[in-house]
Structures are given as C-alpha cells and as structure tokens.
DNA sequence: CTGAAAGCGCTTACAG
DNA sequence: CTGAAAGCGCTTACAG
C-alpha cells in the first residue's frame, strides 16, 4: 500500500491548511509568543472550525521524559485508627496508574495528635517543590498558613476527607458532613421508637477543633428536629482514645440514662464501643463510621449494626487524578465532589469497595 | 544538549542487550513467528530480566488507525422501566473515554417482552462481526444459542445485570442476586416487629423465566429463615405490568392479610406500588429496587423508604472496559465483579452516583 | 516570527 | 529468519 497522504488529521492537517509548520500550530496551541497575530488567529479559527481536539497519546508520549512530582500530605496510620490506611491505598493506585506518564508522588505524613508534626511535614513539602499538593487538612490555621504559601508558589492543591471552603482549592473531595450526620439520622429514626432515647459519643483527642464530628453532630440533630422526632438524645465526649477511659464515661451515662436503646458514634472510633457494649452485654443498636478492619469484625459478629461509609480510599485516589488532570492534562477539574453515604451491614459489606 | 545515546529502554534497550534489531523483539514480544530459537530465548531472558513492560502510549499510538468495534446488546428502555437508561449511559461514559483508542460501539437493542427480538438483534449483532459484545442476557436459552456462536467465532462476551454461570463469558459484572435479596432482609429486619407482615411482590411479564427475580426472593427468604425470624410473609406474583391489574391483586392481599406492615418489590418496578400506597393510603414501609426517576420521585416523597441500587450504569461501563482490557490492551480482567449493594433513602440518594 | 528535524516507544510493511 | 526505515500525533530544541 503506498503512503495514504490523503487524510491528514491533528496539527499537520492544521498546518496543511493553514500553510504553516507544525511548530507553529504547536505554538497556538500552547499559548506560546513567537507567532504574528494574523497567523494566530487564523490557525485558531481552523482550530474551531476542525473542533479539533489534541491527541493526548501523542503529547504524553512526546513529553514522556518530563517527570512530574505530587506530594501528598496526610495522617500516619495510628494505633488509634487504621483509617487512614485506606486513602493511601488509594494514592499509591492512582500512583500505579500514572506512572506510565512519569508521575512520581512523594507521600508525607503528620501526627493527628501533633500539630506540630503537620507543620513540619507541611514546611517539608513546599521544601520538595511539588507540582501538585493532595491535603487531609486536620488543622484548619495551619492548613490555611501552607496553603497560602502553595498559592503564592503556584502550586495547586486538593482537600480530602474534610473541606476548608474559600480556600481557592483546585478540588474538595469527600463527604459533605451536615449531610452524612444527617443521613445517618434518617437510617437510625426507622431503627427505635420514639420513647427509646440515643445515645451520641464523640472520641477525638481534640473535639474542640474537630470539625468533622461537629458537623455531623449538627446533621444528625438537624434531621431529627425538622422531622420533629421526640427521642431523648444524650451525648458524651470523649478525649482520651483508650479503653477505660471510654467505659468510665459509658459506665456513667449508662447509670443515669436507663432508656439509651442506640449509640451512634460520630467517627471511625466505633470499636472501642463495640468492645464495650460487647463485653457489658448492653442491649444497643450501634452505629458508627468506616471500614476498618477493627470495626469490620464486631459488624460480622453483630454487635456493630451498621456503619456509615464514604470510601475514603476513592477520596484520595480521586484526588490524585484531579491533579493528574489538571496539571498534566490540563482538563477541567471539579471543585466538589461529594461521596456517596453507604450504608454497610454484616450482609453486604463483602461487596463493598472502600 | 547533545542527544544522550546513553541510557536506551523498551524495546531499544532489549534490541541493544541482545543484539538485534528492534523488528525482532517486537517479534518475541507478540510470539509471532520468524524468529530462530536461541534468539527468541535469549530476547526473552532479556525481557525477564529487565522485567520489561511495555509501554501502552507508544503500542496504542502505533496502532492508531486500527478500529475496533464493540457490539451492545441490552434491552431498549420502555414505557413500563427506565432502567435501561443506566447502562446505556454507562455504556456512552465507556466509548467517550476509549474513543480515542479508536474503539467504536454498535448499540443493538431488543424488547424485554418480545424473545425474538432478542434473537433478531442478536443475529444482526453476529453478522457484524464485532471483535467483542456486551450482553444482558435476559432470556437464556436464547443467550446461550447465542454465546455458542460467538465461541466458534472468537469472539470474547461479558454478561451484566445478571449472569449465566458456565459460559465461559470473559466476565460477569452485575449484582450476587441471591445476596441481594439476603441483604434487602437485613436491612427490613430491623424495620418490622415480630407480629407485624411482610409482603413480596414480583412484577414481571414472565416470571418462570425471570430468575432475577426468583435469586433475590430466595435470598430474601434465605435470610429470615437462617434467622430464624418468624413474620409471615405473603407474596404475590403479577404479570400484567398495569396499574390497574397491580391495583387488583394489592386490593385482593390487603383484604385478606391485615397485618401487613411492610412491601418488598423486587424490582425496578416498585413505583407501581408506591402509587398504589400512596393512592389508598396505606400505611406501610415500602422497599424495592433502582435508581430511576419514577422511584426517586417516591422516594423523595417519603413513599418509598428504601431502594436497593446495584449501579446499572457502573456495570456497563465496567463491562466495555474488560472487553478493552482484554481485545486492546491484552491485559487480565476479572471473571467476576459483583456490584455493592447499596441502600438508597430519601436523604441520601443526592449523593449517589448510578 | 517561523520552519525543519529529531524524538517519545512502539508497530508495520518491505527488502533481503 | 532478520534488519532498516517510516510512521502514529505530538513536543522540543535549534537555526535562521
């Protein structure tokens, strides 16, 4: 067969019809200087005409040599709770799938209960010069201290887990919490009567500035005062994350309040009341958050009922692409994307992908 | 710069290693014949060795002009279920992505109602030659007069929505029915006292042949049994998709049974009921199936409680995407991927992606 | 301001 | 049985 010249396609059918080189369309394209008004707009009105749209095999293949750095800056996985191992299994995916287009992701991690280890690892990061920033904002100042220096640097940023508004990210990625405590009111009101009281427990080492439980808290009432539901609601936080410590402060409420027939848990921290109710043979609905292994086994022995999750894993591995497409593709991004709010029992949680 | 012969990799780099051309190494890497022995071993050691893989953008570039087309063969959305839209979306969201692969789609469609415009649509799918199908297999028999075909013609299927075991398909994406129904049960016992009843309802043209619907009321009945729950639990079949013939057979149950509490519809067409419960306000909870319009609309007005979603559209793009894998890429796909069951409430469905 | 050439990693004829 | 060359669509120096 010999050489079909015939159909052109991309930037030399451009070319071709704009009797230039294909340097110069590639110019246009990029928004580069070096080309004369008339021939600019002339080779973008053929672009239009065309609807052409960029190969992105071929720029990547030509750009192959480029590598592009993303950090990633979230918890360290804790003897407290494994939930953060989940987002990371979800960087270090989106980081198999990018690979091939020389993305390199350099993961840097704080202590939850440290606010100094986040401002330290924070300082690290701008040290790296990434071109792209993935961010699970536990405290919210210093987040806005680093990510006002990301933005004079230029360097975009995603939040996970928990949204900072207003502060000009490229992307939010993860629930939407008025509407999670929310939700999880609505599953719980089928589950007791309306003289049957709940019981909510907060456990976070600082509660005061944790605003993740805060705002599901504030769903979680919200529904039950527009549906105008009467069921006594107590509710005790906790501060220090260790057993006996926690069974102190059931022990107590538990003497006070006869009628408690559900416990709905604001976070991940489900199992140290699981263990609770389990050990003390206590009559309760209990609800939680998230798919932990921990949490995971008292759910398939029954003593968790339902847990409320929002793929965290997905969060993160999302959040990657959204700067994947931003920065290499150079696509539109979202600004929000909430998860879903799953609902996981001991019969469909095999199914379920976190 | 000067251009840096130095450090060679792909193909080149194995072509330098073993001496010889980077035709021949193409060669071993597709097993295509033309190749002496000794060197197809040692270029092969080479590729272990260096644990080569190649790279996907160059292999995809350089195939570029080769089309590959698709064929889908799903029932058409009709007046009596929008549920088809899904998959079709799902199948639209597949095809924009691999476009540029130079992947095409032909949609072919048949009448859930009518056998032989399965049949009809499946011949004209054969005569297409597509290098890879997409099926819902609503009617069996016929399916497999089907799949048999494409067996002799080497053409790799996916079956999703619901599967036929033992057909050697390449994959199955969809729902584990039996578990389905297992956790619907769940999920309605702890919706419902011991005294109160529960009624089943299938809504099917042809319901002897409809095993979606005969799996998930097994798994229903599974549950409470294995539970050793004790409601009484009434079922009716109807197979006259009308209002008025749903409205007779629900008047006819409601009379004789007065205890019951709760419905489960085990399909899509649950907003049938929902009209009948809202007409003749009955006071009861109502679960069934899908994320369509017509439910969500119930849904929102607290008619129907619950809705058991399987992500149709999910499915189907999952399923182009394993015949990509496997007919471009060449990579492994999984024989089974089973959807989550996930549990949809009026406060939760904004969030939920079908 | 513009063009011609080389190259990204791979595949595809073609020649021998 | 093997190699050399052209090409996929794009970007990147370099020369003028």
């Known amino acids: 067969m010999a050489k079909k010249k015939t159909i052109l396609s991309g930037v030399k059918e451009i070319a071709r019809r704009a009797k230039v080189s294909i340097g110069t369309v590639d110019r246009v394209i990029h928004d580069r ?3 004369s008004p008339e021939t600019k707009k002339k080779i973008q009105r053929i ?18 040599n480029k590598v592009t750095t993303f950090a990633t800056l979230i918890p360290e996985i804790s003897s407290e ?14 980081e198999d799938e990018i690979r ?28 790296a010069k990434p071109e792209g920033v993935l ?21 975009p940023y995603v939040f996970i887990d928990s949204d900072i508004p207003n502060q000009s990210s490229l992307s939010y990625i993860g629930p939407e919490l008025y509407r999670s405590g929310y939700s999880s009111a609505n599953l719980i009101s089928y589950l007791i009567r309306s003289d049957e009281g709940i ?18 808290e504030d769903g979680f009432r919200g529904f039950f005062k527009e549906n105008n539901l009467k069921n ?37 921290r489900v199992s140290y009341v699981a263990r609770y109710v389990k050990e003390n043979h206590k009559n309760v609905i209990l609800i939680g958050y998230d798919f932990l292994d921990e949490n995971i086994k008292y759910l ?28 290499i593709l150079k696509l539109p991004v979202e600004e929000y994307m909430y998860m879903p709010i799953d609902v996981i029992m001991k019969t469909n949680y095999s199914f379920y992908r976190n």
Not at 199 to 216: A, G, M, P
């Open 33 to 35: 200087n070096g080309v």
């Open 47 to 64: 672009i239009k005409e065309m609807d052409y749209q960029p190969n992105l095999l071929g720029r990547r293949l030509a750009t192959h």
């Open 81 to 94: 709770t494994s939930f953060w191992e989940a987002p990371l299994l979800g960087i270090k995916r989106a």
């Open 100 to 127: 091939q287009y020389n993305v390199k992701i350099e993961k840097y991690f704080y202590d939850l209960n440290e606010k100094d280890s986040f401002v330290k690892a924070a300082k690290r990061v701008l040290r």
């Open 135 to 155: 961010i699970a904002p536990s405290f919210i100042d210093e987040t806005i201290d680093f990510t006002n220096r990301c933005k004079e640097l230029n360097i």
């Open 199 to 216: 019981l909510i427990v907060n456990i976070s080492k600082q509660i005061e500035t944790d605003h993740h439980l805060l705002r599901k």
């Open 232 to 268: 006594e609601i107590s509710k005790i936080d906790i501060t220090k994350v260790k057993y006996e410590e926690i069974k102190k402060q059931l022990d107590t409420i538990f003497l006070k309040k006869k009628n408690i027939r559900l416990i709905f848990v604001t976070n991940s």
């Open 300 to 327: 398939a022995e029954g003593v968790i009922n339902f847990l409320i999750c929002q793929k965290p894993g997905e969060q993160a591995y999302k959040g990657i692409m959204a700067l994947y497409r931003h920065v």
